[in-house]
């Protein structure tokens, strides 16, 4: 059979159990609610049982109940009565079942078969395409991959959708904030007054952090992911960090000086005495049990970087994505001007944050004028671009080196820096500025603990 021909075979579907789905629900107005989760109208294989599904809808919009009676006379007015079958066909449907008790068993092998029927028309496509010499077969893969993870998800995307389910999910997500009363709606980042500001990071998001070099951009960074992945209240959260400049050892001595509170340096040159190594050890301990995913890839191409976001989602079910940095990532098209291979990159970002309904931050260089003065939208590096697909850019300031005096850099190592996270652009939320304080030497920041009186740092 599997070497059969197929394309004379009939695509694969089961009459019996649609006829039985229809019939349930000219039985009961109630079985709607479950059919309604997983079908459309054109899940179903028989044109007639699309029609006769499609005015039960229609019915149910209008608050009306579907019986054998109103059905015909909906599908009359529509003038789709014929292509239903006819009024004897429509009252068959009641004696296919004897109740609708089995309703969702009924619709679940109608959509298992809608799916099959689709992941055919996929196959044919991709066979069809596969042929063609002057498609890529990298854009061809990530294609498919796109087509056949849009296939996975129950939520099936559609090109449009009426204002009223809209308005229905709206109104049960509202439903959902007020009776679980959380104080963020997103994923916090474990810095307070960022998620006061925030809220946390939010589904479909581009979230852009932006600095000039030793910022400490991929710190915060780091720190977010183990603040999700760590130390999150209310359960930690799967997180991956895509990481394209520094090894995943290099990474890794970061989060364990971090968590530990350990200087870096001292790990680095093997000079801890035996209280550091159990701080170490108990601090390895806690990052051996997060849900983080560490992916290191120099060069790392976008369509690689998109499919193993896909699997990542897909397989441990990660809720969030750091990437380590935007302008590291190799577009395909590289004969384009690099701002061009940027900006697509941008726009595929923004896709792919979407398709897997999770936030991803980004982490990206600012121009050097960012050093004379406060960084602004206009420092963002490469293209305008990223700042228009961004729903999110944060810019990390604070006083340059060059222009502290020795003693104020050996303060600074010891007692930490203060620094200033600009929030430059939140697309579904205000602006504004907070105050961090960063730990050099152990690449971390912290909330800013102030005095009630002095209004300085403790």
């Known amino acids: 059979m599997a070497n059969a021909d197929i394309r004379n075979n009939i695509p694969p579907h089961d009459d019996m159990a649609e006829r039985a789905t229809l019939g349930a629900l000219l039985m009961d107005k109630d079985a709607i609610s479950t059919a309604i989760q997983y079908l459309r109208p054109d899940d179903f294989y028989s044109n007639a049982n699309g029609k006769v599904y499609e005015a039960i809808q229609n019915l149910t919009d209008k608050g009306l109940e579907a019986d054998i009676l109103t059905v015909s006379e909906e599908l009359r007015q529509n003038g789709k009565l014929d292509e239903a079958g006819g009024p004897a066909y429509v009252a068959s449907l009641t004696n296919i079942v004897p109740s609708s008790a089995n309703i969702e068993y009924y619709a679940q092998t109608v959509q298992g078969y809608s799916l099959k029927r689709a992941l055919i028309r996929v196959s044919r496509d991709v066979i069809a395409q596969s042929f063609d010499e002057s498609l890529e077969a990298r854009l061809l893969l990530e294609e498919t991959q796109r087509k056949i993870f849009e296939l996975s998800d129950k939520r099936q995307t559609f090109s449009f959708r009426d204002i009223k389910v809209i308005v229905q999910e709206t109104s049960e997500f509202i439903e959902r904030l007020y009776n679980s009363k959380q104080e963020y709606t997103g994923i916090p980042s474990g810095f307070d007054e960022l998620d006061k500001l925030t809220s946390g990071f939010q589904p479909s998001e581009l979230i852009i952090i932006g600095a000039r070099p030793s910022m400490g951009k991929t710190a915060f960074a780091l720190n977010i992911a183990a603040n999700v992945a760590i130390h999150n209240k209310k359960g930690n959260i799967p997180a991956a960090f895509f990481t394209l400049e520094m090894s995943d050892i290099s990474l890794m001595l970061r989060i364990i000086s971090s968590e530990a509170m350990i200087d870096a340096n001292k790990i680095r040159t093997g000079f801890i005495d035996r209280t550091d190594y159990f701080?170490?050890?108990?601090?390895?301990?806690?990052?051996?049990?997060?849900?983080?995913?560490?992916?290191?890839?120099?060069?790392?191409?976008?369509?690689?970087?998109?499919?193993?976001?896909?699997?990542?989602?897909?397989?441990?079910?990660?809720?969030?994505?750091?990437?380590?940095?935007?302008?590291?990532?190799?577009?395909?098209?590289?004969?384009?001007?690099?701002?061009?291979?940027?900006?697509?990159?941008?726009?595929?970002?923004?896709?792919?944050?979407?398709?897997?309904?999770?936030?991803?931050?980004?982490?990206?260089?600012?121009?050097?004028?960012?050093?004379?003065?406060?960084?602004?939208?206009?420092?963002?590096?490469?293209?305008?671009?990223?700042?228009?697909?961004?729903?999110?850019?944060?810019?990390?300031?604070?006083?340059?080196?060059?222009?502290?005096?020795?003693?104020?850099?050996?303060?600074?190592?010891?007692?930490?820096?203060?620094?200033?996270?600009?929030?430059?652009?939140?697309?579904?939320?205000?602006?504004?500025?907070?105050?961090?304080?960063?730990?050099?030497?152990?690449?971390?920041?912290?909330?800013?603990?102030?005095?009630?009186?002095?209004?300085?740092?403790?």
């Open 279 to 458: 701080q170490l050890q108990e601090a390895m301990a806690r990052i051996y049990e997060a849900p983080l995913y560490i992916v290191d890839m120099p060069n790392m191409k976008l369509l690689d970087l998109r499919a193993l976001a896909r699997r990542l989602r897909a397989q441990e079910k990660i809720e969030i994505i750091f990437i380590d940095y935007l302008t590291l990532i190799s577009s395909e098209n590289y004969k384009l001007p690099r701002h061009e291979q940027i900006a697509e990159i941008s726009r595929s970002l923004k896709s792919l944050a979407r398709e897997l309904h999770i936030p991803i931050v980004v982490l990206s260089q600012l121009t050097r004028e960012a050093e004379r003065e406060r960084p602004n939208l206009a420092n963002i590096r490469e293209s305008g671009s990223i700042e228009q697909d961004a729903d999110v850019v944060m810019l990390i300031h604070r006083a340059r080196e060059a222009d502290k005096t020795q003693e104020e850099r050996e303060q600074a190592r010891q007692l930490g820096s203060e620094t200033e996270i600009i929030l430059a652009k939140q697309r579904n939320g205000p602006v504004g500025r907070i105050s961090l304080l960063f730990l050099s030497k152990f690449a971390k920041f912290v909330n800013m603990e102030r005095d009630n009186n002095t209004n300085a740092p403790i």
